[in-house]
């Protein structure tokens, strides 16, 4: 049982340090283009800002999901949210948020965010902070993605059971509830954000995580990292399920690279297209040379050194949906860095130290329109469980989550999450926010320390789609747990 606990805990941590995803997330994906060359990407995302003639000729037609289309122009579907900022609020471009002025826009902010300029806690932000903001860029979804929910949308039914739970019946791919709307308007905004447009492969070939204590020491690891979507798949030329892997939805593999003495521990943790079926996790131990099934218990146990659990993973949330009771929160205005330049160097290079914030050389703020939720389990399984609550501020133009404030079980303030993601651009879809290749900050401000992910770090090759070399087109060495027992030989 020891030896089980531990081999869970280490395959946390790699999940976690490729950008936090099921047991851990695809931390490494650096986009290089068909040509192997390392492009630069934020060229080809403010181009976007005009959408293409095919993506725009669909959005015309959007009067089956207004909520959508709206998100998708960059309007506000709800203003009317009560401590919301309304459709023409915003920070003009140009702005530049400090200590001395940052109160001044603190309607934009995240409460996380908030509570670090107030300096209620041990992390705060440093004196020197600078936010320049820019404007809104929206990047299209993947017209492959938009047609795939037209044409499924309406089968979704939501079951009510009688313990509280929910579950979804009729999906087959795109987005399940483009219009969003009570009865269980926050369930179906975390159901959006569960099957979120990704890429299908993403190759993160040197993810780190980096931990420090109070006393300002750092730990920092790397792993390789592959993730692959295996049901439910829209992206031009790639089957709707990948042969061999029906009943499954996502595979989520990765192995450590350094420290040497940690080398070649890998885990594999495989999420089921039946969303009520718990996920299966596996471990590969190069002492014994074989993979071992671990066990779902520790799934609220941090990894080694760090602030993230499995439930943090697959880049902000990895839990069992039909076991949450979600509410919705509200609509906002919200400070997010999602077209962010990555650091090059070692943390804690470009990084503002010692909270670790972002410096202005990765790229500027956008104010982005928000849904803001609140995920709980229900009250039937909330004993022993990770957090009281998690609230997730998820972006209405791609439902990815760009801030995360967790609380513990007495519904206090724990860990401040935020998510400064990367976009690339992803070959025959064009610009894509969500795609592996973030930045990831847990600050524990009960604990006094913090967990940094950077997929990837120094500069590596992040890949998705065709970018990714034909070694990780394996499917059965990077999504089968016989896969794992290959690694060494």
């Given amino acids: 049982m020891r030896i089980e606990i531990e081999q869970s805990v280490g395959l946390e941590k790699q999940i976690h340090n490729h950008g936090c995803n099921s047991l851990s997330e695809p931390h490494r994906l650096k986009a290089a283009y068909e040509d192997g060359a390392h492009a630069d990407n934020r060229s080809h995302m403010y181009a ?5 003639a095919a993506v725009s000729a669909f959005l015309a037609g959007g009067l089956l999901f207004p909520a959508l289309i709206q998100a998708q122009n960059g309007a506000a579907a709800n203003p009317g949210f009560a401590d919301s900022a309304t459709s ?24 996380g965010m908030i509570a670090l300029f107030q300096g209620s806690y041990y992390w705060k932000m440093p004196p020197d902070v600078e936010m320049e903001v820019g404007p809104a860029v929206i990047h299209p979804l993947p017209k492959t ?15 009510e059971l009688p313990d509280g739970r929910l579950l979804m019946n009729g999906y087959q791919g795109g987005m399940p509830f483009p219009n969003p709307a009570d009865p269980h308007k926050g369930w179906k905004i975390l159901a959006n954000f569960w099957y979120r447009y990704m890429p299908h492969l993403l190759v993160d070939t040197y993810g780190t995580g980096c931990y420090v204590d109070s006393s300002g020491s750092i730990n920092c690891n790397a792993d390789e990292i592959v993730y692959r979507q295996l049901s439910f798949n829209t992206d031009p030329g790639e089957p709707v399920t990948i042969p061999g892997a029906e009943g499954e939805f996502y595979s989520q593999w990765a192995m450590t690279i350094e420290p040497e003495q940690q080398k070649y521990y890998a885990s594999l943790i495989i999420s089921y297209s039946d969303l009520s079926k718990p996920e299966a996790g596996y471990v590969f131990n190069p002492t014994l040379r074989r993979h071992e099934a671990v066990s779902t218990p520790a799934r609220c146990t941090p990894s080694t050194g760090s602030d993230a659990t499995p439930e943090d ?14 509410e919705y929160i509200g609509a906002k205005k919200i400070l997010a860095l999602v077209d962010a330049d990555l650091p090059q160097g070692e943390f804690p290079s470009d990084y503002d130290m010692p909270l670790g914030w972002p410096k202005p050389t990765w790229g500027k703020w956008q104010v982005r329109d928000i849904d803001v939720i609140s995920v709980r389990k229900i009250p039937s399984l909330a004993a022993n469980y990770c957090y009281g609550k998690r609230v997730m501020y998820v972006d209405r133009a791609f439902s990815g989550a760009v801030w995360e404030d967790l609380y513990d079980s007495d519904m206090k303030p724990w860990k401040f999450v935020g998510l400064f993601l990367r976009t690339l651009n992803v070959p025959r879809v064009g610009p894509v926010n969500v795609t592996g290749s973030q930045a990831e900050a847990f600050w524990d401000i009960q604990n006094k320390h913090a967990t940094f992910f950077s997929d990837p770090a120094d500069g590596r090759p ?8 034909q070694m990780y087109n394996d499917i059965r060495e990077y999504t089968t747990p016989r896969g794992l027992d290959q690694i060494m030989r």
């Fill in 313 to 326: 993973s697959r880049f902000g949330f990895d839990a069992d949906l039909t076991q949450v009771q979600v």
């Fill in 145 to 159: 993605y938009l047609d795939a929910t037209e044409k499924y949308a309406s089968q979704v039914k939501l079951v």
């Fill in 48 to 52: 976007s800002k005009t959408l293409s």
């Fill in 88 to 111: 023409g609020d915003t920070i003009p471009a140009g702005t530049r948020i400090t200590m001395a002025n940052w109160q001044k826009y603190k309607q934009f902010m995240p409460d």
């Fill in 462 to 469: 992040f890949y998705v789609n065709d970018q990714s070399p």
